[in-house]
Nanobody, 123 residues
Framework: AQFVESGGGSVQAGQSLKLSCSAS????????IAWFRQAPGKEREAVSC????????LYADSVKGRFTTSTNDAKHTAYLQMDNLEPEDTALYYC?????????????????WGQGTQVTVSS
């Protein structure tokens, strides 16, 4: 499945953005969906993961308490609400999914990716 992300943009520190990630051909009944980000010159890192098994979403320490991930299964869409953004959050954000409800922090297990949406936070 090919995911399409949207919602990125340029904001000031302290402001919010909400990213969306949708794929009409991905079956939202058994899944793990993660958000990754990659800043220039840095490795891709996972920031959150949500799975269909009903467990609590997982977050990287760097975004815990500021980011919230959710899904709308009927709309085949996942979201990443980003509040109190910091300049360090500046990166290209990707969603990634796999059809088994186990979260991984590495990128390799995820087979479906979006093209990325840019988030830029200025101080």
């Amino acid at each position: 499945a090919q995911f399409v992300e949207s919602g990125g943009g340029s904001v000031q520190a302290g402001q919010s953005l909400k990213l969306s990630c949708s794929a009409s051909d991905f079956i939202f009944n058994a899944y793990a969906i993660a958000w990754f980000r990659q800043a220039p010159g840095k490795e891709r890192e996972a920031v959150s993961c949500i799975s269909s098994d009903g467990g609590k979403p997982l977050y990287a320490d760097s975004v815990k308490g500021r980011f919230t991930t959710s899904t709308n299964d009927a709309k085949h869409t996942a979201y990443l609400q980003m509040d109190n953004l910091e300049p360090e959050d500046t990166a290209l954000y990707y969603c990634a999914a796999k059809g088994y409800p186990v979260c991984y922090w590495s990128a390799a297990p995820y087979k479906s990716w979006g093209q990325g949406t840019q988030v830029t936070v200025s101080s």
